[in-house]
């Protein structure tokens, strides 16, 4: 199972970076995503990252301000947050799946997305 990290409280404009690390299985060959979810919304695909090739997917709602990276050495995925919004307030979790270019984008297309990390961007 992966587990996502790095949450906070944080004021409009500023930045946090989230981590996704694998404790007991692989990244590879599978896509990493992000999602969140925020209180009474459903769950949007926020970004995704080829582990093997390194393809990168943002949502519009935050492409230009996140961005994503994998390490492999640390054998963690982290999604750096800039320029943040009260509207980004939501927990953010991250999976693993095998998708394809048309299910990339789908929360449906990942498996279990674990916990989350709970991020706050007061105004």
């Known amino acids: 199972q992966l587990q996502a990290s790095g949450g906070g409280l944080v004021r409009t404009g500023g930045s946090l970076r989230l981590s996704c690390s694998a404790s007991?299985?692989?990244?590879?060959?599978?896509?990493v995503g992000w999602s969140r979810r925020a209180p009474g919304k459903e769950r949007e695909f926020v970004a995704a990252?080829?582990?093997?090739?390194?393809?990168?997917y943002f949502s519009d709602s935050v492409k230009g301000r996140f961005t994503i990276s994998k390490d492999y050495a640390k054998n963690t995925v982290s999604l750096q947050m800039n320029s943040l919004e009260p509207e980004d307030t939501a927990v953010y979790y991250c999976?693993?799946?095998?998708?394809?270019?048309?299910?990339?984008?789908?929360?449906?297309?990942?498996?279990?997305w674990g916990q989350g990390t709970q991020v706050t961007v007061s105004s």
């Open positions: 999976a693993r799946g095998r998708t394809i270019a048309s299910t990339v984008m789908r929360p449906t297309a990942y498996g279990n």
């Open positions: 007991d299985c692989s990244f590879s060959p599978y896509t």
């Open positions: 990252i080829r582990w093997n090739g390194g393809n990168t």
